[in-house]
Structure formats: C-alpha cells, structure tokens
C-alpha cells in the first residue's frame, strides 16, 4: 500500500485536551453560575441536608456540561474549548461520531471525569483514550492546519 492510500489521523495530546477541557469549564462554570444566581438568588444555595446540601451545585453544572458537550460535539465535532486546541471528536476512522458515541463520551467527562480519566491512563491504549472514549469508541485528534500541505499533491485534468 503506497503513503497516498493511507490516512492518517493525529491523536491529540492530554495536554491539548486538559487546556480544551479548561477552556469549557471557565465558559460553562459560568454560565452555569449565572443561571444559579438568577434562579436562587445567591450563588451558594443548598438542596436539603447532608451529601446533596453540600454537592446541590454538582448536579445542574454537569447537566449543563453534558448538554454543551453533546450539542457541540455532535453538530459540529468541537466545544469552544476544542476549537481554540485545534481539536475534533471522531470515531475510530476519523469520521463524524455517532451521537450515541458523543452521549457516552459526553457523559463520563460531565459527571464522571476524574473516573474516567485515572481509569484511562491507567489502562490507557496507543489511541490516548478515557475509559467512556473507549466504550464509546471515539478518539480526539488534532486537526491539521491548512498551512500543513505536505501531503497535497496536485493533479491536472
């Protein structure tokens, strides 16, 4: 098989993926404060008593994340955050994902995140991926600027 038949797709670093993933925190733990505030009036509300009085701000923020994540990442493959490392969410051959796929990716970072992402350096693979990118079966790639043309090659008619 020559180079021209063989794609090539460019796994993303865990430290373009963490400065990615800090951009959407700043942006959604905002906005996410906001709607607190305007909801409750106070930004440190508390749901009962205990556990969930203490962690009542933990559930609607990552509704909010899980959300942002699956619209954007689905539509268009990249969060803000994504966008601005030069980043993608593909499946396995750098295709669109499926929306399944982004559900699931989607949901170990909003709810689960620092499960999923201990579990995958643990056990993580040559593909740089968490545990529900994984299940998923999903990658984030870096993608190729168009100053990059090494690989183009220009045929006549």
């Known amino acids: 098989m020559s180079d021209s038949n063989v794609s090539k797709i460019i796994l993303a670093k865990w430290s373009d993926r963490f400065f990615a993933w800090l ?6 733990s905002g906005i996410s404060t906001i709607i ?31 959300v942002y994540w699956i619209v954007l990442e689905y539509k268009t493959g990249q969060s803000i955050g994504k966008k601005m490392m030069s980043l993608k969410i593909t ?26 992402l201990v579990l995958g350096l643990i056990f993580t693979n040559e593909k740089r991926q968490r545990i529900f990118g994984k299940v ?4 984030i790639v870096k993608i190729k600027t168009s100053e990059d043309t090494s690989d183009i090659r220009y045929l006549k008619d």
Do not use: C, H, R
């Open 23 to 28: 951009v959407d925190f700043v942006i959604i």
């Open 36 to 66: 607190i505030f305007v909801m409750f009036g106070t930004i440190d509300y508390k749901v009962g008593e205990g556990f969930w009085a203490e962690n009542s701000q933990y559930i609607p923020t990552s509704i909010i994340f899980f």
């Open 91 to 116: 499946d396995m051959e750098g295709n669109n994902p499926s929306l399944k796929g982004v559900i699931i990716s989607s949901f170990g970072k909003a709810f689960l995140l620092p499960f999923d």
């Open 136 to 139: 998923s079966n999903t990658l």
